[in-house]
């Protein structure tokens, strides 16, 4: 879904699109009948293919999503009985953007613990079954996607170093408002579109940028690192403008900084400040 096909079913342009938010494209599952799970499964098969590893090996599959297929059972027990793990377990987490690293740093605290030693963590987003195509603010800036890693110990000295965690719980800015048990769905709320994403562009931007550069600057000080010695800066992509203002006010080279432009809006990974 091009910026060109976006401008024939809503009010903006390829060029409004490109200077606000950096998007040129996104992929859209149309597949009947299926959800974030059918992404899951594919990218996941794809992981143990390529790190050839049987998935009755796969002790643990954590899956985040903020699209689950539905309410219970999760997604990731589907994802695992679709990619045959007959010998694992499975749960979902919700953490929106962050979901990704957060799953992460699950995996890392399980597997040096000692309690598992293959987890494998998947993120899964039908992000166009809650997006409202007329709302030129926020349907440009998502799309369908999944990503899976496969966590393991390791005696080499690799993997991840750390992370800094922390949550806002302010929902007025980006939430769905109905569906929940704050409100339940019924014909008021469809009629209202309630069942959509609702965001404010502005106030999100701020809190985006504010914290993911404390985070990132955090994460890089109390390691002893600096900016100069970071090979890769890769943040949440979301947005072209708050990649270039956090990388920017953290003093990351352009350089290496990694956006992916040319199919930008395929990403349903979370931001990595340090890895």
Not at 100 to 108: E, K, N, P
Not at 142 to 159: K, M
Not at 170 to 177: G, R, Y
Not at 188 to 205: F, L, S
């Amino acid at each position: 879904l091009d910026n060109e096909m976006l401008s024939k079913m809503v009010d903006t342009s390829d060029e409004w699109i490109t200077t606000r938010v950096g998007i040129k494209e996104r992929r859209i599952l149309k597949k009947e009948g299926a959800g974030s799970s059918f992404l899951g499964i594919n990218a996941v098969t794809k992981l143990l293919e390529s790190t050839s590893t049987d998935p009755q090996e796969v002790d643990l599959l954590i899956c985040a999503t903020s699209n689950p297929d539905y309410r219970f059972p999760s997604t990731g027990s589907i994802i695992a009985d679709g990619c045959g793990m007959k010998k694992a377990y499975a749960y979902d987490i919700q953490a929106a953007c962050a979901g990704f690293i957060v799953a992460l740093q699950d995996a890392t605290a399980y597997i040096r613990s000692g309690m598992y030693k293959k987890v494998v963590v998947v993120a899964a987003e039908k992000m166009s079954s809650m997006v409202n195509y007329s709302d030129r603010t926020t349907c440009p800036l998502f799309g369908d996607a999944a990503a899976a890693v496969l966590v393991e110990p390791t005696e080499d000295n690799v993997g991840v170093i750390d992370g800094v965690f922390r949550v806002e719980g302010h929902v007025e800015h980006l939430l769905m408002k109905a569906g929940g048990s704050v409100k339940p769905a019924s014909h008021e709320t469809i009629d209202a579109a309630e069942h959509y994403i609702y965001q404010e562009g502005r106030n999100v931007y701020k809190h985006a940028v504010t914290n993911m550069l404390e985070s990132s600057m955090e994460v890089v000080e109390r390691n002893g690192l600096t900016m100069d010695s970071i090979d890769w800066f890769i943040p949440h992509q979301a947005n072209l403008r708050i990649i270039e203002a956090v990388a920017g006010r953290a003093g990351v080279e352009p350089s290496k900084v990694l956006v992916n432009i040319e199919h930008y809006g395929n990403s349903s990974a979370a931001s990595i400040p340090l890895c």
